[in-house]
């Protein structure tokens, strides 16, 4: 398939392809799997999750690959792995990103840099990979492409590094729906920047974006224990946050948030105006609300689990009425969940152990049912009878996780299980939130 079967609209303004969108019934403003909000969402039962899974020398066929599991509790192949698309070769890759139209997955490699685009409209069950970005660093002078959120008829692309000394400096890049650069923008080093990046997740009734940081590829492509014993390396993480303009993707304030925030979600309740993140060396949550005056402000609201035993929180998820929130903390190997009724002063009321060690969670729209993988990073998965490679499925009732079945993807031969996707099997019944339709306004507002 040529690239050019990917884009399925012309070209035209952020405002224009937003309204577009929502008259067509397109977006949804919800966090189910960390969505962009441009991205079309399930609000039933998921039919696919897409597990992105490392390749492991001597495991299968050693190859980074996109694994398709049905979830679908009524299929004969419920809990089953029902398709492996091999990439050819191990490049370390991460995180996956859904497009505008749910018809296509990015994903991105942290070593090779590669970037790798997958039909998974015209047969979700079988996922055809169409085209393979090569010229990521070329283009943009990055390293790293770590996380995809859509645009309207775009792609942002948030990189870890930088190909002059592999550090954490970098910015964030654009490419179009049909897998071609558009532009590039530096992460700020004034006004307290310090340059690093990691993932981002869009406002658009705010027309903001929200970005974090983490480190760069000197520090992630090394092996965890050698790293945390050397002290020059443990200063090179992040320690800042960027709200961003959304339409001319111009930085409006720098945060501090010491100790390398990661993942971030915005609350997409009616009314809500905020946002959260989770730093990894500090065990901290910290959340971002616009104060009285209407400025962007940021505050440590709370401690996850003992610091002093560096839990290292990772992945988050916050519930679809924002109401409650799913914290991963690494080390331990266990799932929080966190009472954000009041996003100020959340409270831990439930935690679980999934395993030696736990990285994403991802929950269906309703709540009910939560995903768990378990690799990080290659070199920073633990080792020997911890190094547990899994897809696990769990349902909730608000009370306690009951597994509703697990892979293990070692004994599979896939590898190590990293970032996951939702998927329906039938794109028609996609449907989004009535609150997209509240974002218009405030986009037409910023033109």
Partial sequence: ??????????????????TAAVVAGGPALADETSCSPFTPLIKGQEDLVYVWTLGVKGVGDGSDKLVTVDVNPKSKSYGKVI????????????????SDDR?????????????????????????????????????????GPHSFIAMPGRMLITPLSNKKDHGGETGIAVYNNKGEYVSHNAMPKEGGGDGYGYDAAINPQKNVFLT???????????????????????????????????KTMKPLKVFQTPGAPLEVRWSWKSGDNWAVTT?????KIWVYKQDA????????VATIGDPAKIPLPVDISITADSRGMWINTFMDGTARYWDMSDPMKPKEVFNKRIGSQVNMVSQSFDGKRVYFTSSLLGNWDKKDKDDEQYLKAYNWDGKDLKLAFEIDFYKEKLGRAHHMKFQARDLST???LDSAQSALPLLAQSR
């Fill in 212 to 246: 974090s940081s983490f480190t760069g590829w000197n520090n992630y492509m090394m092996d965890l224990g050698k790293m945390v014993k050397d002290g020059e390396a443990m200063k090179r993480f992040g320690n800042t946050s960027v709200m961003w303009d959304m």
């Fill in 1 to 18: 398939m040529k690239s050019k079967q990917i884009v399925r609209r012309p070209r035209l303004s952020l405002i224009a392809l937003a």
């Fill in 103 to 143: 018809r296509y997955l990015w994903g991105g490699a942290l070593d090779s840099n590669k970037i790798f685009i997958f039909d998974i409209g015209t047969n979700p069950a079988k996922p055809k990979l169409v085209k393979t970005i090569n010229d990521f660093v070329e283009k943009t002078g990055f390293v």
């Fill in 83 to 98: 398709h492996k698309l091999s990439v050819g070769g191990r490049g370390e890759i991460h995180h996956v990103g859904l």
């Fill in 279 to 283: 730093t990894a060396l500090t065990s």
């Fill in 430 to 432: 996609l449907k989004p």
């Fill in 293 to 300: 005056k209407g400025e962007w402000q940021v505050k440590d």
